[in-house]
C-alpha cells in the first residue's frame, strides 16, 4: 500500500497553532477511525500523540489535537512551544491488508 | 511496558538477521508486537504484525517472503528475522506493543547495517 501524503515541513512562532495534515484513501484514513500521530526528537524513539484520530494518551499535554474529515487527517499544535518541534508521522490502519501504513513525516519547526 | 531489544547487528548482503523483543511488566498474551523500520534520515516503514495470543501473523506487502515475526509465550519475547539483506535494509529496527491499529510502546531499536 502506498504511503499517506504529508507535507515534508511546517512551522510557527512560539504561541501559534499549527495543522499538520496526512492524506490517505477510503481504504485507509477515510475508511476506519484509526489514524494515530507520533512524535520524533532527533535520535530518539516515536512517541504516540494522538490514537484512534482524536483522543490523547495520558501524559500527552492537550495542545496536542487530531481530527478528521473525509480521506484527510489533521494534527493541530496550538500554544507552540520550543520543545514540540520535532518530526510528526501519521499512522493509519489499512483495510486493503488489514495492516498500516505511515505518512512521510513532517519536520515541525518553532521558529 | 517494557520492551528491551538486541543489540546491533553488521550483516553482509544476501544474509539474515534476527532481532529479538523481550516485553515485560504487563500481560504479553493479548497485545499485538508490531515492527516498524526508520533507514538513516528517512520516515518510519511498517513491517508487520504478530497477534501473541496465537501467533497470527500480518505483513506488508512489500516485505512479503523476507520478513518472518515469531514470538515465545514462555519467555514473553518477539521475533524479527529479515532475510536476503540488501543495503536498503541498513535501519533502526523497533518492536513496538499495541493493539492491531495503534503502536503504543516502543522498544529502543536495533540498528541493522548491511554492508559488504
Known amino acids: 500500500q502506498s504511503a499517506l501524503t504529508q507535507p515534508p515541513s511546517a512551522s510557527g512562532s512560539p504561541g501559534q497553532s499549527v495543522t499538520i495534515s496526512c492524506t490517505g484513501t477510503s481504504s485507509d484514513v477515510g475508511g476506519y477511525y484509526y489514524v494515530s500521530w507520533y512524535q520524533q526528537h532527533p535520535g530518539k524513539v516515536p512517541k504516540l500523540m494522538i490514537y484512534?484520530?482524536?483522543k490523547r494518551p495520558s501524559g500527552v499535554p492537550d495542545r496536542f489535537s487530531g481530527s478528521k474529515s473525509g480521506n484527510t487527517a489533521s494534527l493541530t499544535v496550538s500554544g507552540l512551544q520550543a520543545e514540540d518541534e520535532a518530526d510528526y508521522y501519521c499512522y493509519s490502519y489499512s483495510g486493503s491488508n488489514n495492516g498500516g501504513v505511515f505518512g512521510g513525516g513532517t519536520k515541525l519547526t518553532v521558529l | 511496558v517494557q520492551l528491551v531489544q538486541s543489540g546491533a547487528e553488521v550483516k553482509k548482503p544476501g544474509a539474515s538477521v534476527k532481532v529479538s523483543c523481550k516485553a515485560s511488566?504487563?500481560?504479553?498474551?493479548?497485545?499485538?508486537i508490531h515492527w516498524v523500520r526508520q533507514a538513516p534520515g528517512q520516515g518510519l516503514e511498517w513491517l508487520g504484525w504478530i497477534n501473541t495470543n496465537g501467533g497470527h501473523t500480518n505483513y506488508a506487502q512489500k516485505f512479503q517472503g523476507r520478513v518472518t515475526l515469531t514470538r515465545d509465550t514462555s519467555i514473553t519475547t518477539a521475533y524479527m528475522e529479515l532475510s536476503s539483506l540488501r543495503s536498503d535494509d541498513t535501519a533502526v529496527y523497533y518492536c513496538?506493543?499495541?493493539?492491531?491499529?495503534?503502536?503504543?510502546?516502543w522498544g529502543q531499536g536495533t540498528l541493522v547495517t548491511v554492508s559488504s
Open positions: 513496538v506493543r499495541g493493539v492491531e491499529w495503534e503502536l503504543r510502546y
Open positions: 511488566g504487563y500481560t504479553f498474551i493479548g497485545y499485538y
Open positions: 484512534e484520530v482524536t
